[in-house]
């Protein structure tokens, strides 16, 4: 059963707007979330995190929204820039010890 | 300062083999978890080591074992492969469970095939 939904699977955005990155998730007792960027050929790379505590944690140009009632996740990249173009896997957590992972979004950010 | 270090970073082996994963966790991190991510999916929970000990396990049989050293390393050990466990193995280390803000740091992987 996936617990972390990333329904699209990809996404193209031109270079200097917004990119929009979606996850839901169905445990409502996760209580920490993170977003990862992954590179071909690479580990994933932390990116950012929010607790269940927030709605809202930014970072430079990404910011992570929380919808705790929603069950839903989002990660706001702006502007959007030709090395954002990767795999972004958003994971959950509620014991601290295990992270339930989505299964990607491909984001190209086109020049 | 040196990340996660994985070995090897491919692999091939015949089903019913046994296989032997190693991961260096980063300068500082005391806590070693493993993920499988089969190909289009996301990393899946397989464990995760501290003090030595298995803390907590995913839903994976027990072919897969692990192993901590007093340095803080890991092995993650298949026994009777199957074609199925073809996927590319992920070590994450962290300071503690979460790792703080920064959650895991991951190694770049080891791709085994089992034909």
């Known amino acids: 059963d996936q617990q972390v939904k990333q329904n699209s699977p990809s996404l193209s955005v031109q270079e200097g707007r917004i990119s929009i990155l979606n996850c839901d998730y169905t445990n409502s007792m996760f209580d920490y979330f993170l977003w990862y960027k992954k590179y071909p050929a690479e580990g994933p790379t932390f990116l950012i995190s929010i607790s269940s505590i927030k709605d809202k944690n930014e970072d430079g140009r990404f910011t992570v929204f929380l919808n705790k009632s929603a069950k839903h996740l989002s990660l706001h990249i702006v502007p959007s820039q030709p090395g954002d173009s990767a795999v972004y896997f958003c994971a959950a957590s509620f014991t601290g010890n295990q992270f339930y992972f989505g299964t990607g979004t491909s984001l190209t950010v086109i020049p | 300062d040196a990340g996660v270090t994985q070995s090897p970073t491919h692999l091939i082996k015949t089903r019913g083999q046994q296989v032997t994963l190693r991961c260096s966790p980063k300068s500082g991190h005391d806590t070693v978890s493993w993920y499988q991510q089969a190909l289009g999916q996301g990393p899946q929970f397989i464990f995760q080591y501290y003090e030595e000990e298995e803390r907590q396990r995913g839903n994976f049989p027990d072919r897969f074992s692990g192993h901590q050293f007093p340095n803080y390393s890991s092995e993650l050990n298949v026994n009777a492969l199957l074609l199925g466990d073809s996927a590319l193995y992920l070590c994450?280390?962290?300071?503690?469970?979460?790792?703080?803000?920064?959650?895991?740091?991951f190694g770049s992987g080891t791709r085994l095939t089992v034909v």
């Open positions: 994450a280390s962290s300071f503690g469970a979460y790792g703080g803000s920064y959650g895991y740091t």
